[in-house]
């Protein structure tokens, strides 16, 4: 088992031939742990050379490689979940070289992608919509007379959401033939949490491996009663890095008809001994550098601020409570889950719960606070309008990752935030420009008596030392950064430095507005009164986002100044670095002064 990640190519003298899944078909069942060995080989040296994500990749190596022996791929249809784990699918069907371009700008996306290759048969970066667009798939083949087998991955992570056994029960009533294969290694991101996760780890897990049971005849035996309750034809838990027991397990539920169910168990990080001992470290990895490569100090994040902020105020106001859907890790409540472990809830891969869940608590006086990935945000929306905004209730919704996030690519970008919620009467919106911001901003949310959101980027910012004894700031009262001529720039989130560049290169007033709800309209009024052209800056979408807001209120007023609104053009930003993108909109330095100047001549 190797221990190190290499730095120089393997030899795959096996995996080298094999460029499609219909040759993959053509060996013998005797080569394929050498390919399976081969596979985690140019896989390790492969996301040692780009970075991405590592341990679920490794673990399904034998998985990847048996679904494309026995079926017949692009015709068969295989949906895999999430696409964490779908490294090794991409190296069999045709990608390999393209391997080492994986999240750069025209490489590889990080996730299954339709445009990127018909053995992507559903594009994916959110969890837990395998079964059900799996399904649809089946149906359609039902309906159109084909002779298709369908297939769907899915962790048992992912099978913490709700939208999942929405699949599965529709699944049972169709009596669609289709087959979902549980990855069960006890893991998502984080450790998983919840019922499921403590039934499978007490039933399904417990001591046998291999079973094969029926709904009706499961005569109270718990192995496989939940998914047969369901009418799924259970097998398991079968061992899914054995080869000898993973191909007959495969083959016989590829044969039967009607809904299959499939429970795999295995390892996470398997091959790699540092992946297998710490999954959560090494779920995804930055590139390999140079031994002789200078060490970059490590730079906080806004999301340990974020972090450092919940457990200073935990400290004071035991009504605080926290919550997240799975991210413990990416939104950094572990010191708080450590600290205060009977005020945090992980209410796993279940964001409109988790939603309802900040509701019933502020019901009844508590204050919960809600760290939500801006892109996951988007699917608790009813939840946020229906549950907390109409019933004006004490949320505070702490929303990271807003903006463009880089090489994770459109997926997982926070783009629609403000649109979606600023429109809804009574919310606070606030978008801090760095770290003091931030801390401050927090507390103004935390202080406000309704729902509120923060906004801020993944990564880190101006490296500033925050004062935590610094007040809250006052709702709605921007701040006045630097007095210019002809233009002023209204900035709304972390993009001030850039602003602040092109500011002083063209002497432009620069404003750091703070809130897109509610605005500074005073200090718009002032603006509009003596420049000719008033900028609105953010990393958000344009449409709808916080430049719209400040139109909407200069056309309330009749006003006839001029407004270039800046930030994120209408279509998707393909995964790059963060910097690319930014610049790539004209979010930039550079970006920012051309678009003035040419406004203004």
């Known amino acids: 088992m190797r221990t190190q990640i290499p730095t120089q190519r393997s030899v795959t003298p096996l995996l080298d031939q094999i460029n499609s899944p219909a040759e993959l078909s053509q060996l013998d069942p005797s080569q394929l742990p050498q390919l399976a060995q081969e596979l985690r080989d140019w896989l390790l040296y492969s996301v040692g050379v780009t970075g991405g994500h590592f341990g679920a990749g490794l673990g399904v190596v034998e998985l990847t490689i048996a679904l494309h022996y026995l079926l017949d791929t692009p015709a068969d249809h295989l949906v895999w979940d999430v696409g964490h784990q779908t490294y090794p699918h991409k190296i069999l069907t045709g990608r390999r070289e393209q391997m080492l371009s994986m999240r750069q700008p025209n490489g590889l996306a990080p996730f299954p992608k339709r445009a990127e290759s018909p053995y992507d048969s559903f594009g994916t970066g959110h969890s837990s919509t395998s079964i059900s667009a799996a399904l649809g798939m089946a149906l359609a083949s039902r309906l159109k007379g084909e002779q298709r087998k369908t297939v769907a991955v899915i962790g048992?992570?992912?099978?913490?959401?709700?939208?999942?056994?929405?699949?599965?029960?529709?699944?049972?009533?169709?009596?669609?033939?289709?087959?979902?294969?549980?990855?069960?290694?006890e893991m998502s991101i984080s450790p998983n949490e919840g019922g499921l996760a403590t039934y499978l780890e007490e039933h399904l897990r417990a001591g046998h491996l291999s079973g094969h049971h029926k709904g009706p005849e499961l005569d109270g035996n718990a192995t496989g009663a939940l998914f047969g309750a369901l009418t799924f034809d259970y097998q398991g838990p079968v061992d899914g890095n054995d080869f000898d027991k993973l191909l007959p397990a495969l083959q016989q539920a590829l044969n039967s008809e009607g809904p299959q169910f499939l429970h795999l168990v295995t390892r996470k990080g398997k091959g790699f001994e540092p992946a297998e001992s710490d999954p959560v470290g090494y779920h995804s990895i930055t590139k390999i550098e140079p031994l002789d490569a200078p060490v970059k100090p490590k730079k906080p994040k806004f999301c340990n601020i974020f972090g450092?902020?919940?457990?200073?105020?935990?400290?004071?106001?035991?009504?605080?409570v926290g919550i997240t859907p799975a991210m413990r890790e990416g939104s950094d409540l572990i010191a708080f889950s450590e600290q205060f472990p009977a005020r945090y809830f992980d209410v796993a891969i279940a964001e409109q719960h988790a939603a309802t869940l900040a509701a019933g608590f502020a019901c009844e006086g508590m204050k919960p606070v809600l760290a939500i990935y801006s892109t996951f945000l988007q699917r608790a929306y009813d939840q946020f309008v229906h549950d907390i905004a109409i019933q004006d209730l004490d949320v505070l919704l702490a929303v990271d990752r807003a903006g463009l996030v880089g090489e994770d690519g459109a997926t997982h970008a926070g783009l629609f935030d403000l649109a979606y919620l600023r429109c809804l009467p009574g919310v606070m919106l606030m978008t801090p420009s760095d770290e003091q911001e931030l801390y401050q901003l927090l507390k103004t949310g935390y202080d406000f008596q309704g729902p509120a959101a923060v906004r801020y980027p993944r990564g880190s910012g101006c490296e500033i030392e925050v004062d935590p004894t610094l007040p809250a700031l006052e709702p709605g009262r921007a701040k006045l950064i630097r007095s210019g001529q002809k233009a002023a720039i209204l900035n709304f989130g972390p993009l001030l430095p850039a602003a602040q560049q092109a500011a002083d290169q063209q002497n432009l007033t620069?404003?750091?507005?703070?809130?897109?709800?509610?605005l500074d309209t005073a200090l718009i009024d002032q603006l509009a009164q003596s420049h000719e052209l008033l900028v609105t800056l953010e990393d958000h979408a344009i449409a709808g986002g916080a430049g719209s807001a400040v139109g909407e209120y200069l056309?309330?007023?009749?006003?006839?100044?001029?407004?270039?609104?800046?930030?994120?053009?209408?279509?998707?930003i393909e995964h790059a670095s963060r910097g690319a993108q930014l610049a790539e909109c004209g979010l930039d330095a550079e970006g920012i002064k051309a678009a003035v100047e040419q406004r203004l001549s």
């Open 156 to 185: 048992d992570g992912a099978m913490t959401a709700g939208m999942a056994f929405e699949a599965l029960s529709h699944a049972a009533h169709t009596q669609a033939d289709m087959l979902v294969i549980l990855n069960d290694n």
């Open 308 to 320: 450092r902020w919940l457990c200073d105020t935990a400290r004071n106001d035991d009504r605080l």
């Open 510 to 518: 620069l404003v750091d507005m703070r809130f897109v709800k509610p």
């Open 555 to 572: 056309q309330s007023r009749g006003t006839q100044t001029q407004l270039l609104q800046l930030g994120i053009p209408d279509h998707w």
